[in-house]
């Protein structure tokens, strides 16, 4: 079959990373794939086209933009009666409305987060009202379908969890010989305690709670450094952070990495501090390295972290607890190795990236009947 995939761009991080992989899945599998982009292409969108598939991008504006939205109507023209998959909300409206009155298989959305803060938004708004058009609406935990029911999210078909999962081949145990070369590579001695986070650099993020956590950490552990993967736009901001706190030698602000595996088997302990999170990959990812983590209790991560076997879950927004934490399993030896390889085999088990694309695949399969005629009233309410 024919599948397109509807993103906002192909930026990278989490999401973006699910969608390339799943792709080259598909593509494994002898299916079409092509990508259609709302704004912008993205930097994973060179990995595609590198392998061969067409990436094509809308140029949205803000604001209500129907330039942008006939784009989108032409591409899919070109792709009759293929799956359309769209990722995160406001994709998923806008596909939703591009492709009314055009042959499509079927519509299958999945949100990748926990949603919008605000369900009386437009985006929530629209977004509810192109469930009518939908087959299926899929979280990515089991908390995040709960709440999407809870909030009126209703497509014709089903409402269901597909958690993530990974190329658990890519990742390997993080061990010291590998912790001594990224402590020599970023400038560290070779008895640093490396505290890693990988993520985009955004407001929900909350990286500056980890900084003013690990600055608690430093006072009780002097050797502990922070490692710090993502790019974004509060890089500027959390650098300047670091400096005023007198952390700048032991923070390493490390931008896009297309290396994320190699730098996990670096660490020590991996941290996530996010104020709102979905089904984490970063957190599938440090599970397959072996490493023990401590995150915030939001969202799915307690679907990934179980307190005191593979890690310890803290309160948002608590500095005090996330330090604590941190030091907690820096100072817990052969109980913080046990947490790591708890996680790992719980990763083996249950992360599987063939898991989640066989999942996937029985989705676009059960397709009900056609949807390619209605009409939604939009009231203007495009954003």
Known sequence: MEIVHFVEN???????????????????????????????????????LASGVRVDACGKQPGL????????????????????????????????????GLPVKCRINTRHGMGGRSRSGRQEWLYRQSMRFTDY??????????????????????????PNGIR???????????????????????????????GRLQPVKDHALLLRAFAKVRVQVPEAVLAIVGDGPLREALEAQATQAGLADVV????????????????????????????????????AAGLPIVATDVGGNREIVREGVNGRLVPSGDAAALATALIALLRGGD????????????????????????RYHGLYEDDGQDMSSGVMAVQGRIS
């Open 10 to 48: 192909l930026d990278r991080g989490g999401l973006e990373r699910t969608v390339v992989d799943l792709i080259a899945s598909q593509r494994e599998a002898g299916h079409q794939c092509r990508v259609i982009c709302l704004f912008k292409l993205g930097l994973l969108a060179r990995e595609l």
């Open 65 to 100: 933009d129907l330039r942008a939205l006939r784009r989108a109507r032409a591409l899919l023209r070109q792709s009759p009666n293929a799956v359309i998959h769209t990722h995160n909300a406001m994709a998923h409206y806008y596909a939703v409305i591009a492709s009314l």
């Open 137 to 162: 609406a899929v979280a990515v935990c089991e908390a995040a379908r709960e709440r999407f029911a809870e909030e009126g999210v209703h497509p014709r078909y089903g409402l269901l969890a597909v």
């Open 168 to 198: 658990l081949e890519r990742f390997r145990s993080a061990d010291p010989d590998a912790r001594r070369t990224l402590a020599a590579e970023l400038g560290w001695p070779a008895g640093s305690r490396i505290i890693g986070t990988v």
């Open 252 to 287: 390493r602000f490390l931008g896009d990495r297309h290396d994320v595996p190699r730098l996990l088997m670096g660490m020590e302990v991996f941290a996530l501090s996010s104020s709102s999170e979905g089904y984490s990959i970063a957190l599938l990812e440090a599970c």
């Open 335 to 358: 109980r913080a190795a046990t947490m790591g390889r708890a996680g790992q085999a719980w990763a083996q088990a249950e992360a599987s990236f063939r898991t989640m694309a066989e």
